[in-house]
């Protein structure tokens, strides 16, 4: 199955500066990376996926990379603001797609002000 | 479009009892998966329904169970609780279609005594 590794388990940023998370997956056959935010006793959202036929998707002050063929994607926050502050999760599909997903561990980003 | 709900909220069970959780799903959404989130685990796939049928299934013990009802909503049951199934469990919806978004519900928050 699936086995996705999510790193830094916490980060700390100044407010203004970047934050970068990186997860890592095995299943070769993945092609649709998903990343969620999930602040303070509310529900995990999607704020920014990607396919594997691109490399890269911008939306705002939010990126994310793919690298198929390391089998790793990353998540850019630039400009960092205090209401970015919650923990991130990065998801990757088992081969077969549907929604089978495996969740890697979370990152929780505290932007200091 | 109403999100997705979960009912209920909050419950409190003691040791060897089983519980019924419930969810239910954007309109026109055919497909529910349910997960399981702790501290120490993070976000662990349980199973996801797709009309009526299981789809796709975890790794957890036969004690988890689900179904899924014809207007898509979709239960989940554990009997015999452990003190380890203490976690809030989520609830996603999703069209069915490969890989596309899950949109999360509130979650139920258990606790077993």
């Known amino acids: 199955g699936e086995n996705v590794e999510q790193h830094p388990s916490t980060l700390s940023v100044q407010e203004g500066d970047s934050a970068v998370i990186k997860c890592t997956y095995s299943d070769s056959a993945s092609n649709y990376f998903p990343w969620y935010k999930q602040e303070l006793g509310k529900r995990p959202q999607l704020i920014i996926d990607?396919?594997?036929?691109?490399g890269e998707k911008k939306d705002q002050r939010i990126a994310v990379t793919l690298n198929k063929t390391a089998k790793h994607f990353s998540l850019h926050i630039t400009e960092t603001q205090p209401e970015d502050s919650a923990v991130y999760f990065c998801?990757?599909?088992?081969?077969?797609?549907?929604?089978?997903?495996?969740f890697g561990t979370g990152t929780k980003l505290q932007v200091i002000p | 479009k109403a999100g997705v709900t979960q009912t209920p909220r909050y419950l409190i069970k003691t040791r060897g009892q089983q519980v019924t959780l419930s969810c239910s799903p954007i309109?026109?959404?055919?497909?529910v998966s349910w997960y399981q989130q702790t501290p120490g685990q993070g976000l662990q796939f349980l199973f996801e329904?797709?009309?009526?049928?299981?789809?796709n299934k975890g790794n957890f013990p036969g004690r988890f169970s689900g179904r899924q009802f014809s207007n898509s909503r979709s239960e989940m049951n554990v009997s015999t609780l452990e003190l380890g199934d203490s976690a809030l469990y989520l609830c996603a919806s999703a069209d069915g279609a490969v890989d596309n978004e899950q949109f999360f519900g509130p979650g139920t928050r258990l606790t077993v005594l």
């Open positions: 998801a990757a599909p088992t081969s077969g797609g549907y929604q089978k997903v495996t």
């Open positions: 329904y797709f009309s009526e049928t299981q789809r």
């Open positions: 309109s026109g959404h055919r497909s």
């Open positions: 990607i396919r594997s036929n691109v």
